[in-house]
């Protein structure tokens, strides 16, 4: 009996690297499936379709929509954003836990859609440390600085929509952290109704001298 | 500033080794304080007041009903059994965890009145071995047998009540994993929400440009 993959949402800051923390873990345990977004913008030098993101046209991001293919999405900045759900339930079916990066928005899509879904949230360790990353090396236009700490304004609105936090101070500590807040869903009651219902059925067949 | 403790109650089976998973979980952690019940049962050979239990006077007791000293109680064999709530509440202001064993009913009291402790299940690895554990080595006699069975099957309902539970298979790890069930809980976003509120504001100052 293979019990289900778990969804796994994780959410946080830009700069707070969850991207960092994700490969990681990835790459220490195998539990894991990264679920890739399908995208309408356009592929950045070096990043491959399929890997980075699926990338497509508008046309045919309307028809993934229209045929319900994707299980949550949103439009920035001009472009969809989304998540196929085909590779998400193949690898629940089969056992793996998949996570999802994607951004409040869409974590409350998933969370209404799956409720047992995990929803994980990345912290700084603290506020001036996220303004140290954001700000950069001295690098960037005050223009790209001050969107960068507007959306980290925005990020903040909905934290307490998550279910459990975790602080990106060291990362190795974080990456176990992480795995161990998913692993632990695996002994949710709701996660073995099958076990228990057959526990039950054959502790009262004894008491009837079974 | 110190996080408040978790409230832990521990249910499960008789036979299923509650009470030594929860001696070496003691033993081997620091943070663990375990409740010791108030009861009006007389004291066993070898029980010594305040460390197996309270005991009281059927009156005794009935004064701490009427004081609300007791988070629950609950009536078994013609006595009474309940949690004391001054030492519950005193370690979990000490940012300790504290542990309870209790059965179903009490643990249902325990939800509705603080909604953040952590409900636990001690499953056995199968019905066939508690009922080698109940049935013993052959020195009970048909009667105790059959209460302890006709107990069990009681107290198979209700597990859809908790929040985990836990295959007490081998004990060491049934020990690791109590302990990482219970840690997690540090990390539930209810839990930190002064944390949160305070990277938030100092965020949502930067975009200001302060």
Same mark, same amino acid.
Request: hydrophobic share 35%; charged share 35%.
């Given at each position: 009996?293979?019990?289900k993959g778990i969804?796994?949402?994780?959410?946080g800051?830009?700069?707070v690297?969850?991207g960092?923390?994700?490969? !990681?873990?990835?790459? &220490? =345990?195998? +539990?894991y499936? @990264?679920?890739?977004?399908?995208?309408?913008?356009?592929?950045?030098?070096? /990043?491959t379709?399929?890997?980075?993101?699926?990338?497509?046209?508008?046309?045919?991001?309307q028809k993934?929509?229209?045929?319900e293919?994707?299980?949550?999405?949103?439009?920035?900045?001009?472009?969809?954003?989304?998540?196929?759900?085909?590779?998400v339930?193949d690898?629940?079916?089969?056992?793996?836990?998949?996570i999802?990066?994607?951004?409040?928005q869409g974590?409350? !899509?998933?969370?209404? &859609? =799956?409720? +047992?879904a995990l @929803?994980?949230f990345?912290?700084?360790?603290?506020?001036?440390?996220?303004? /140290?990353?954001?700000?950069?090396r001295?690098?960037?236009?005050?223009?790209?600085i001050a969107?960068r700490?507007k959306?980290?304004s925005?990020?903040s609105?909905?934290?307490?929509?998550?279910?459990y936090?975790l602080?990106?101070?060291?990362?190795?500590?974080?990456?176990?952290q992480?795995h161990?807040?998913i692993?632990?869903?695996?002994?949710?009651?709701?996660?073995?109704?099958?076990?228990?219902? &057959?526990?039950?059925?054959?502790?009262?067949?004894?008491t009837?001298?079974?």
């Amino acid at each position: 009996m293979i019990q289900k993959g778990i969804l796994v949402v994780v959410s946080g800051f830009s700069g707070v690297g969850k991207g960092t923390l994700m490969k !990681k873990l990835v790459e &220490k =345990y195998d +539990d894991y499936a @990264l679920s890739i977004s399908a995208t309408t913008r356009d592929p950045r030098e070096g /990043e491959t379709d399929g890997r980075e993101y699926f990338f497509h046209t508008k046309e045919e991001f309307q028809k993934m929509i229209d045929q319900e293919e994707l299980v949550e999405y949103a439009s920035y900045c001009d472009n969809f954003y989304g998540t196929p759900k085909k590779y998400v339930e193949d690898q629940m079916r089969q056992g793996r836990d998949v996570i999802l990066e994607i951004e409040i928005q869409g974590a409350l !899509k998933i969370k209404a &859609k =799956y409720p +047992d879904a995990l @929803l994980l949230f990345v912290m700084p360790p603290s506020a001036a440390e996220l303004k /140290e990353r954001l700000v950069g090396r001295g690098t960037e236009t005050e223009e790209v600085i001050a969107a960068r700490l507007k959306r980290a304004s925005e990020e903040s609105d909905g934290m307490e929509a998550y279910d459990y936090m975790l602080v990106n101070d060291r990362l190795e500590e974080c990456v176990e952290q992480m795995h161990t807040l998913i692993s632990a869903q695996r002994h949710r009651v709701n996660r073995n109704l099958e076990f228990i219902e &057959k526990i039950r059925t054959e502790v009262k067949r004894f008491t009837k001298g079974e």
